[in-house]
């Protein structure tokens, strides 16, 4: 099992640019999660889907935020424009139906920084 | 208030200490609860459920005091490589997906 596979691992843009995140979530699991972790706020959800379709999207910080999920293997999280407040690592995390009891599996996230 | 709370540490300790770190939650109808390990600039990594009777796993030893509100963990006879960040994670009763993280207490263990 590959786990949750995310891309890039390090990003580094300028104040103003469009940043994409991607994600792909275990093979098999229909939930998936976008977290942001920061060293003030700790880790935040920020969307979660659950069979493609966005069921809680209230964490998403505004509008410069969006997401989709085409298909049960893909996900974006995508900033525009990006502002230096928005440095900070995005997990992703997939789990079987939203069960909690076995708790999610991240992927390696992405460490953005916007200078 | 904030909805999980964790001393943030860090705890220093020599190896094959014991060391415990406690953790409170603020919604009573809280349902499921967990702890995670994070390593440094590594994802959060689950660690153990904890169960209403108290659970152990090798040297970890996880509680749940309902009454009080809070989660325990127990690391016996510390290794240096449990030299990590632990996160106090709680599911919300009304949302049977979303978890609650904690901020983490910062666990050092020295030769």
């Known amino acids: 099992d590959a786990g949750v596979i995310q891309s890039p691992r390090h990003e580094v843009t300028e104040m103003g640019q469009e940043v994409t995140l991607r994600c792909k979530p275990i093979?098999?699991?229909?939930?998936l999660f976008w977290y942001r972790q920061t060293m003030m706020r700790g880790l935040e959800l920020l969307i979660y889907f659950n069979n493609n379709v966005p069921i809680d999207d209230s964490g998403m910080p505004e509008d410069r935020f969006s997401a989709k999920m085409p298909n049960a293997s893909f996900s974006t999280l995508k900033i525009q424009p990006s502002e230096p407040r928005d440095s900070a690592v995005y997990f992703c995390?997939?789990?079987?139906?939203?069960?909690?009891?076995?708790?999610?599996?991240f992927g390696s996230g992405t460490r953005l920084t916007v200078v | 208030r904030k909805e999980v709370e964790q001393d943030p540490g860090p705890f220093n300790v020599p190896e094959g200490a014991t060391v415990a770190f406690n953790c409170t939650y603020s919604n009573s109808a809280s349902q499921s609860f967990f702890w995670y390990r994070q390593d440094c600039r590594k994802e959060p990594k689950l660690l153990m459920s904890?169960?209403?009777s108290g659970n152990e796993d090798g040297r970890f030893t996880a509680q749940l005091n309902r009454a009080s509100q809070y989660i325990s963990l127990l690391i016996r006879d510390s290794k240096l490589s449990d030299s990590a960040t632990y996160l106090c994670?709680?599911?919300?009763?009304?949302?049977?997906?979303?978890?609650?993280f904690g901020s983490g207490t910062r666990l050092l263990v020295r030769p």
């Open positions: 904890v169960y209403s």
């Open positions: 995390a997939s789990s079987h139906s939203g069960q909690t009891v076995y708790g999610y599996t």
């Open positions: 093979s098999g699991h229909n939930s």
């Open positions: 994670v709680v599911n919300l009763s009304n949302s049977s997906y979303k978890l609650i």
